[in-house]
């Protein structure tokens, strides 16, 4: 018996590292010139499908915020908490960034890794493998496919984030809760033709091969069904999912 999946859309917006420097253009820079090192200042969520955002940052602890600006331990806690129940969880550009990012802070805070099985779904890696736009940027894709793209932010954002500002921070979650629902936005538009989502249909407890791997629905068109055969020449059934319009291939039953 399956479970109505549990779909997360999420983002983090980070600290820069804050390093003493000779020149306005070093090659390098060595870690023992580092003054502060980067950490996380918000992050942001919501569910699929459900109109509510939610967020945590950095003024979640008053008190650690007030000895340590860099102190992000509530928002790794919190988003680690909020994981725990996740089945399948999408950013842009979140395997490289976000998640590696995430992973060093639970590292850091000495906090459990995230759970075994979570499946993970990045819509930049995803376009990539279906089309060539001019930029796959979330604010290209946002505004070129959807309803629009992120909110300009005020000059020196994150530098006043270092020196502490709560109205910067607070400035930093409203950009990063609009970067979550642009990222629910263009990830819908791009579901029908993505090539590596898992299988919602059978997370959803029916059957992998009478429901929508992208949405989980069993409304499968009985009109728009074809018969296709693979690369090794199996024979398989192709049929378009009437919720979502992407097409799958399922076995092929006499």
């Known amino acids: 018996m399956g479970?109505?999946?549990?779909i997360l859309l999420w983002d983090i917006e980070t600290n820069p590292i804050l390093a003493a420097t000779f020149s306005?253009?070093?090659?390098?820079?060595?870690?023992?010139n580092i003054i502060h090192d980067w950490s996380i200042i918000c992050a942001a969520w919501k569910w699929l499908g459900v109109e509510k955002i939610y967020s945590t940052s950095v003024l979640d602890d008053p008190k650690?915020?007030?000895?340590?600006?860099?102190?992000?331990?509530?928002?790794?806690?919190?988003?680690?908490d909020v994981f725990q129940d996740v089945d399948i969880l999408i950013g842009h550009n979140s395997k490289k960034f976000d998640t590696k990012k995430f992973n060093a802070r639970l590292i850091f805070h000495g906090l459990d890794p995230l759970p075994s099985g979570l499946q993970q779904l990045d819509t930049l890696q995803e376009v990539?493998?279906?089309?060539?736009?001019?930029?796959n940027r979330l604010d290209y894709l946002g505004?070129?496919?959807?309803?629009?793209?992120?909110?300009?932010?005020?000059?020196?954002l994150w530098i006043r984030v270092l020196k502490g500002d709560k109205s910067a921070v607070k400035e930093m979650v409203t950009y990063n809760k609009q970067d979550v629902k642009v990222l629910e936005n263009v990830y819908l538009k791009l579901r029908p033709y993505m090539k590596g989502h898992p299988h919602v249909g059978a997370l959803?407890?029916?059957?992998?091969?009478?429901?929508?791997p992208k949405c989980g629905s069993e409304d499968l068109s009985a009109t728009?069904?074809?018969?296709?055969?693979?690369?090794?020449?199996?024979?398989?059934y192709q049929k378009q999912c009437n919720n979502c319009h992407s097409y799958s291939t399922y076995i092929y039953k006499d």
């Open 3 to 6: 479970k109505t999946p549990r």
């Open 64 to 80: 650690a915020f007030k000895k340590d600006i860099n102190n992000d331990y509530v928002v790794v806690k919190k988003l680690r």
């Open 24 to 32: 306005l253009y070093p090659d390098s820079i060595q870690h023992s």
């Open 224 to 236: 728009n069904t074809k018969i296709r055969f693979t690369a090794a020449g199996i024979k398989k």
């Open 128 to 135: 990539k493998k279906v089309a060539a736009f001019t930029s």
């Open 204 to 212: 959803d407890g029916n059957d992998k091969n009478y429901s929508c």
């Open 143 to 156: 505004q070129h496919l959807c309803e629009g793209g992120k909110i300009h932010t005020t000059p020196g």
